[in-house]
């Protein structure tokens, strides 16, 4: 004890400082039951970090997001669903254009009477001109008409004389 | 790493299913020169009596002639209307006017030698036929509209 206390005094004269750090405590202190209670520490923390992580899932990229949704969607159960619904369409598309060239759809006949007046008049290059010009010439077309009806005046006026006095009578 | 592989596949597939798409889209064209190319094509084959096999191999090569006959017609073009014209453009406009015939000839010629190959040359002459045909009707129902057209505005006036 002697010792120490001389060793005490050398340092104080020596280096005051030193001598006064002496006084404080050595390393540090084990709060009581620190080990017994460290894995559930370890537990707590751990549980509290999941919580945290799956709490902020919702808030990441946008682009996670979808890749995440795509990704579910190619998950067996669902890939194989999409498949046959895509299957499904593209062998319906296939029969409906087979039906098509079967019924024979598309004829002229179905072509509407606007859609023709704007195909000719958009491809006048492909018809021969003299047919065109009797088409379009309206002088030519009045003259048709005008046949035309006079055809049918005379067509009524043979019926009529065709007729009987009693059929006409009848008519009448 | 591999998200980027994820987007670049994501991607791929859907512009190649974008494109089948626009390719379905296609085939149900209405404009009405679709339409009436779709009926020249259902008058021909049955005038000409073309099984499955031969009307594909007949409209393929059919189109591919009308392409290359637009392109040599496009290319002659006259740039100015008559009024505008020189006697030396009319003049060099002519001239054009037979090298265009000439090369529409020779695309003929050409064209011939694959149609006979299809259809044999006696169905070539009924094709022409045929094609007359059709362009005879669809000027006769022109012109019925036109007289119809003419007949309502009598009526009106």
Do not use: H
């Not at chain 1, 750090?21 to 039951?33: I, Q, W």
């Not at chain 2, 390719?23 to 094509?41: M, N, T, Y």
């Not at chain 2, 259809?119 to 036929?129: E, F, L, M, N, S």
């Amino acid at each position: 004890m002697k010792n120490t206390d001389d060793i005490k005094k050398e340092l104080e004269e020596l280096s005051p400082f030193l001598s006064k750090r002496k006084k404080e405590k050595e390393g540090f202190e084990v709060p009581t039951n620190y080990f017994r209670k460290l894995p559930d520490l370890i537990m707590d923390r751990i549980q509290e970090e999941e919580t945290l992580s799956s709490s902020s899932a919702p808030t990441t990229n946008w682009l996670d997001q979808i890749i995440e949704r795509i990704q579910l969607l190619l998950q067996p159960q669902y890939a194989m669903a999409l498949a046959s619904i895509a299957i499904f369409i593209m062998v319906s598309i296939f029969f409906f254009e087979q039906d098509n060239a079967l019924l024979g759809a598309n004829t002229l006949a179905e072509v509407s009477d606007e859609e023709i007046n704007s195909y000719v008049m958009d491809n006048l290059e492909e018809f021969e001109i003299d047919l065109l010009m009797d088409a379009i010439d309206e002088e030519n077309l009045e003259k048709e008409i005008e046949s035309e009806s006079s055809s049918d005046d005379d067509y009524l006026d043979n019926i009529i004389d065709d007729l009987s006095d009693k059929e006409l009578e009848e008519l009448m | 790493m591999s998200k980027l592989k994820f987007i670049i596949g994501t991607f791929l597939c859907l512009s190649l299913s974008s494109l089948s798409f626009a390719q379905v889209l296609d085939d149900f064209d209405d404009s009405p020169a679709a339409k009436v190319e779709k009926a020249r094509e259902q008058f021909i084959t049955e005038k000409l009596n073309l099984s499955n096999q031969e009307a594909d191999a007949f409209w393929q090569v059919y189109y591919e002639y009308k392409d290359n006959e637009e392109k040599i017609k496009n290319k002659y073009r006259p740039g100015k209307g008559l009024r505008n014209m020189s006697d030396e453009d009319a003049n060099a406009f002519i001239l054009s006017r037979f090298e265009m015939d000439g090369k529409l000839l020779q695309l003929k010629k050409d064209y011939y030698q694959k149609f006979q190959k299809i259809i044999g040359p006696k169905r070539v002459i009924q094709y022409t036929r045929a094609e007359k045909a059709f362009r005879q009707e669809v000027l006769r129902r022109f012109k019925e509209n036109r007289k119809r057209k003419l007949k309502r505005n009598g009526r009106n006036e």
